[in-house]
């Protein structure tokens, strides 16, 4: 059975750091891309990033961009987000997904709440 | 990039069919056959219902369809029921190596 476990949210003061992480199992984690997608609270889905499938390769949303960093370690099956000089407008649920093929995503995480509040 | 253009909302009564839009541009949807739909229940993951345009994932009912022409995907779903009743969000591939999400549809299932 394919999991995607995402952990590593809380409560964070602006301009502070935080590094989400996505445990996988169910499937050879090194032979997929990987992606971020986030959800403010009411609002819709947004996608924030994502990665290939040996880490040579990623790329960001504009409003991440020089702020956000993905990476993965296929030996742990995981995959993080680390996310730096946080704003309250990244408040969000984030979850992990799996690429299948043409960015669609048919495994999604249960999604890691995180705040940004002074 | 910005957001592709979906209805905020949409309603049908049971039995009925309903179609939901999604607009882009030349660099994203009219571009690419790269169009994928979701469905998200509240306080739920989102669950993958078309993928490429029109393929429809193991498991997903036939009562689902895509079609693109142009810049505009639709997803049609045909005989609605109680439990279609959920936000859907339209995504595609982008000319920039990215992806972008429409704003999500409301579908009410009256």
């Known amino acids: 059975e394919v999991q995607l476990v995402e952990s590593g949210g809380g409560l964070v003061q602006p301009g502070g750091s935080l590094r989400l992480s996505c445990e996988v199992s169910g499937f050879t984690f090194s032979s997929y891309w990987m992606h971020w997608v986030r959800q403010a609270p009411g609002k819709g889905l947004v996608w924030v990033s994502r990665?290939?499938?040996?880490?040579?390769?990623?790329d960001y949303a504009d409003s991440v961009k020089g702020r956000f960093t993905i990476s993965r370690d296929n030996a742990r099956n995981t995959l993080y987000l680390q996310m730096n000089s946080l704003r309250d407008e990244d408040t969000a649920l984030y979850y992990c997904?799996?690429?299948?093929?043409?960015?669609?995503?048919?495994?999604w995480g249960q999604g890691v709440l995180f705040s940004v509040s002074s | 990039q910005s957001a592709l253009t979906q209805p905020a909302s949409v309603s049908g009564s049971p039995g009925q069919s309903i179609t939901i839009s999604c607009t882009g541009t030349?660099?994203?949807?009219?571009?690419?056959?790269?169009v994928s739909w979701y469905q998200q229940h509240p306080g739920k993951a989102p669950r993958l219902m078309i993928s490429e345009v029109s393929n429809r994932p193991s498991g997903v009912s036939i009562r689902f369809s895509g079609s693109k022409s142009d810049n505009t995907a639709s997803l049609t779903i045909s005989g609605l029921q109680a439990e279609d009743e959920a936000d859907y969000y339209c995504?595609?591939?982008?000319?920039?190596?990215?992806?972008?999400f429409g704003g999500g549809t409301r579908l009410t299932v009256l």
């Open positions: 990665i290939n499938s040996d880490a040579t390769d990623s």
């Open positions: 995504s595609s591939y982008t000319s920039s190596g990215t992806l972008v």
């Open positions: 030349n660099s994203d949807v009219g571009g690419y056959n790269y």
């Open positions: 997904a799996r690429d299948g093929f043409g960015f669609a995503f048919a495994y």
